[in-house]
C-alpha cells in the first residue's frame, strides 16, 4: 500500500511565505514523476508544478518565480516553496506521485492540504 502524506498548509497574508511537504511510503520500488496540483472552490484542480526524479521542473504562469519545487529522493519527498502568495493562491493543495509498485506504475494522490492566502 502507498501513501502520500502532506503537510504545511496554513492561513497567511498576502505576501507572505509557506513551505508544503509531501512524503511517500509504503511498498515503493521507484518514484517517477513527483508534483502539486491545486483546487479552489468551484474550480477544476490544475497543475502548479512538478518535477522528475532528475531534477527537470515545471511550473505553471501563474506561480513562475514565486514557487519552487524540489524533491529529496532518498526520502522519497517533494516540497513546494511558495513565496509572493497572492489571494488567488488560496486553494487545497494536492501532492501527486507516479510511483512503481510492485511491476506497474500508477498515479497517487495526497489528501490534500489548505492553503488559505487572506489581502
Known amino acids: 500500500q502507498v501513501q502520500l502524506v502532506e503537510s504545511g498548509g496554513d492561513l497567511v497574508h498576502a505576501g507572505g511565505s509557506l513551505r508544503l511537504s509531501c512524503a511517500a511510503s509504503g511498498s515503493i520500488f521507484r518514484v517517477n514523476v513527483m508534483g502539486w496540483y491545486r483546487q479552489a472552490p468551484g474550480k477544476q484542480r490544475e497543475l502548479v508544478a512538478t518535477?522528475?526524479?532528475?531534477?527537470?521542473?515545471k511550473y505553471d504562469d501563474s506561480v513562475k518565480g514565486r514557487f519552487t519545487i524540489s524533491r529529496d529522493n532518498a526520502k522519497n519527498a517533494v516540497y513546494l516553496q511558495m513565496n509572493s502568495l497572492k489571494p488567488e493562491d488560496t486553494a487545497v493543495y494536492y501532492c501527486n506521485a507516479r510511483i512503481v509498485a510492485a511491476l506497474y506504475e500508477n498515479n497517487y494522490w495526497g489528501q490534500g492540504t489548505q492553503v488559505t492566502v487572506s489581502s
Open positions: 518535477i522528475t526524479s532528475g531534477g527537470t521542473t
